[in-house]
């Protein structure tokens, strides 16, 4: 996460220990950028998922607080279990925080409120026996 100067080490642990719950609740891999765009915000954005290790399975949170931006940006494995809907309302929930100042607070409960929404359920396999006729 850059701009890491900017939290403290306790903000910095617990924005980390929200992207290890949405990781591990969903199963897919989860980056925080915060800091100012080098251009237009979606195509920066863009372009710092595009370089993630897997974004194929990946969900970006990119926020600019001086710009007052925030994107998401979820890979096409990652979309099929994290709706846009489901993505806008942790953005309203974002975006919430950040406008009473609460740039980590906004953070870490969007971050925890993408990986439930993304969260898969186990599947249960039943017996072949008990699919017979």
Known sequence: MPA??????DQLYDIERAVRYAE???G???????G???SETRPFALEL???LDDPDSSVLVYVDPAGRRLEI?????????????AAGLAALTM?????????????????QQLGTHAHQPPLLHASD?????
């Open 73 to 85: 940006v979820t890979g096409p494995l990652a979309k099929r279990q994290l709706s846009d809907t």
């Open 28 to 34: 897919l891999h989860f980056s925080v950028y915060v």
């Open 36 to 38: 100012g765009a080098d």
């Open 49 to 51: 998922f595009n370089e």
């Open 129 to 133: 026996e008990q699919h017979k006729l």
């Open 24 to 26: 591990e609740t969903s």
């Open 4 to 9: 890491g100067d900017a939290f403290t080490p």
């Open 95 to 111: 975006q919430t925080s950040f406008a009473t100042g609460d740039l980590t607070g906004g953070l870490v409960t969007g971050v």
